[in-house]
């Protein structure tokens, strides 16, 4: 029989216990931060894991007491945005279940929308990494964008028999796609100055939802879903 401790013991400790485990999240989560950011506007070879601990404001140690080394930083950055995207989507495929192709296919491209609004360095981040041949290239189409590929085709070719979805491949369709939604949050400043409003705000954000699933989308399931009617997670 394992003998418990004193209530009063654990009671004492604990709290010992918490606070550096506390810590340590914040900081890592601190690091991450940074490292999304460095990672963005620098990609994978141009990125300093020292820029990131001064921006992260920590010690350059740190940065690999918890992430091991960049590789470990980058895969840790890639699951917090990439890896963070596809658990939402699949999510959202699972709750749709009995769902027609086409309603599927507008609801995921309304949720990428929102998503990428929501997380303006995930666009960037992609788009570094894609420009050049590199191993972190290949692990992030086979592992994220390849089966996001894959699974979005598929709903765009059935949107496309029913008369729904404009005409085309569908992946090159995709790639239209994500460069017509995601331009307007890296542009954010700029497109601020000319039209007077941010594209994070939320009548904005409704006006371009609508804007490009029009673009893309035939009939009326162009038009967006809305705040209230997304997932609930």
Same mark, same amino acid.
């Given at each position: ?33 940074? !490292?999304?950011? %460095?990672?963005?506007?620098?990609? @994978? ?7 990131? $601990?001064?921006?992260? /404001? =920590? ?10 080394s960049k590789e470990g930083l980058?895969? !840790?950055?890639? %699951?917090?945005?990439?890896?963070? @995207? ?7 495929? $699972?709750?749709?279940? /009995? =769902? ?15 998503f990428s609004a929501e997380n ?63 331009r307007i949050f890296t542009l ?46």
């Amino acid at each position: 029989m394992i003998k418990s401790e004193p209530a009063e013991a654990l009671e004492s400790t604990s709290p010992a216990t918490r606070r550096p485990q506390a810590r340590a999240r914040e900081t890592g989560e601190k690091i991450l931060a940074a !490292a999304l950011k %460095e990672f963005a506007e620098h990609g @994978f070879a141009g990125a300093s894991t020292r820029a990131v $601990a001064a921006a992260a /404001g =920590v010690q350059h140690p740190l940065v690999n007491y918890h992430f091991k080394s960049k590789e470990g930083l980058w895969r !840790a950055v890639l %699951e917090a945005t990439a890896g963070q @995207f596809m658990d939402q989507f699949q999510s959202r495929l $699972a709750g749709l279940r /009995g =769902v027609d192709d086409v309603t599927k296919l507008r609801l995921v491209q309304e949720d990428f929308i929102r998503f990428s609004a929501e997380n303006p360095h995930f666009h960037l981040l992609m788009s570094q990494a894609g420009q050049h041949p590199s191993k972190q290239l290949n692990a992030l189409v086979n592992e994220f964008v390849r089966p996001y590929f894959t699974t979005i085709s598929s709903l765009i070719r059935a949107a496309q028999r029913a008369g729904s979805y404009v005409e085309g491949d569908p992946e090159h369709l995709q790639y239209l796609f994500i460069g017509a939604t995601t331009r307007i949050f890296t542009l954010a400043a700029e497109v601020k100055l000319i039209t007077g409003a941010s594209p994070f705000s939320a009548a904005m954000l409704d006006r371009h939802v609508a804007a490009c699933l029009g673009l893309f989308f035939r009939t009326s399931t162009a038009k967006p879903t809305g705040a209230n009617s997304r997932r609930k997670t």
